[in-house]
């Protein structure tokens, strides 16, 4: 099933991230915008109790210093390891200096190794108009470390009905499948 959008909607906007690895995957699901960085350090915490609360906050940030006609995207995401409470969560980016050998130990001799991803994507537009969307991508946890594309926690996290890692399906497959191509999808349609 193909998640991204077709080429040719040429709308523009801004992601109010820092994050070049988000804008690579907003560009690669979201074919024919044209999508830039926006905003300026520091943005704002992350102290949220949801993912769509940050992502608001993203947006209103980069919305601030961007011009009226852009669309402003603000974007966050997190993996929730079943058997561990739904952690890490909202504080996936800050859970650990290594998140991924952090969940790897703290999932040890763990039998549910059930997680998802989740992304939540808030667009603020001209007039302030305002869309709010999710993508989630069920999956297990393994029990190390394989492939060297994507990034974040892929390494160790095996989609729903596949037998690699993100990382070792690789981008092309992370583009049409990962939590953030279907959030980035289902802004697409909203503004269809």
């Given amino acids: 099933m193909r998640l991204a959008v ?11 991230s820092g ?10 699901a979201l074919p024919g ?8 350090p520091p943005f704002p915490p992350e102290t ?16 601030a210093s961007s011009q009226d006609d852009v669309w402003v995207i603000g974007e ?14 909202l504080a996936s980016a800050r859970w650990a200096d290594d998140g991924v050998e952090r969940l790897l130990y703290e999932l040890g001799g763990v039998a549910d190794r059930s997680a ?18 999710e993508g989630i991508l069920c999956g297990t946890i393994t029990t190390s470390r394989s492939g060297d ?14 037998r690699q890692t993100v990382a ?6 992370k583009t049409r499948h990962s939590h953030r191509a279907r959030a980035a999808a289902a802004l697409a349609w909203r503004l269809r």
């Fill in 19 to 28: 994050n070049r690895h988000k804008l690579t995957e907003l560009r690669w």
């Fill in 48 to 63: 949220g109790v949801t993912y769509a609360e940050n992502a608001r906050g993203k947006a209103e940030h980069g919305r």
């Fill in 149 to 162: 594309e994507g990034f974040g926690y892929d390494p160790v996290f095996v989609p729903d009905g596949e």
């Fill in 116 to 133: 998802r991803y989740v992304c939540a994507i808030v667009a603020i537009g001209p007039a302030c108009r305002k869309i709010v969307v």
């Fill in 33 to 40: 915008w044209e999508i830039e960085l926006v905003g300026t």
């Fill in 76 to 89: 966050d995401s997190g993996i929730e390891a079943t058997a561990l409470g739904g952690r890490p969560g």
């Fill in 6 to 16: 077709e080429p040719g909607s040429g709308l523009r906007a801004g992601l109010a």
């Fill in 168 to 173: 070792d399906l690789g981008d092309a497959w």
